[in-house]
């Protein structure tokens, strides 16, 4: 079992930036990738930013790709999410996730592991 425990979240204005932080802790030698996803009330969660753990790949969502940057400390087994120039659109719930097997985490269905979320909003 992994458990993952976001932080950072909180309440900025349009251009601001903050970063969120994933603790992950259990089975996490078996960590092949780990990302980020987002979700507003009534609304699918939506992948943000993934990141292989070996080797550190990245891929992110096209509405966040220039903005946002995710990066890992393998000695700390912690993920980061930093988010530049955010806008209201990117206020959501923010889930860090995890899986084991090998793949990507840019779809739920990929993912084995998440955290509770940390809310962002963005005020305009």
């Known amino acids: 079992q992994v458990q993952l425990v976001e932080s950072g979240g909180g309440l900025v204005q349009a251009g601001d930036s903050l970063r969120l932080s994933c603790a992950a802790s259990?089975?996490?030698?078996?960590?092949?990738?780990m990302g980020w996803f987002r979700q507003v009330p009534g609304k699918e969660r939506d992948f943000v930013a993934g990141?292989?753990?070996?080797?550190?790949?990245?891929y992110y969502a096209d509405s966040v790709r220039g903005r946002f940057t995710i990066s890992r400390d393998k000695a700390k087994n912690t993920v980061y999410l930093q988010m530049n120039s955010l806008n209201p659109e990117d206020t959501a719930l923010y889930y860090c996730?995890?899986?084991?097997?090998?793949?990507?985490?840019?779809?739920?269905?990929?993912?084995?592991?998440w955290g509770r979320g940390t809310q962002v909003t963005v005020s305009s």
């Open positions: 990141i292989t753990w070996s080797i550190g790949i990245t």
């Open positions: 259990g089975r996490t030698f078996e960590t092949y990738a």
């Open positions: 996730a995890s899986r084991r097997s090998v793949g990507t985490v840019q779809t739920k269905y990929d993912v084995e592991y």
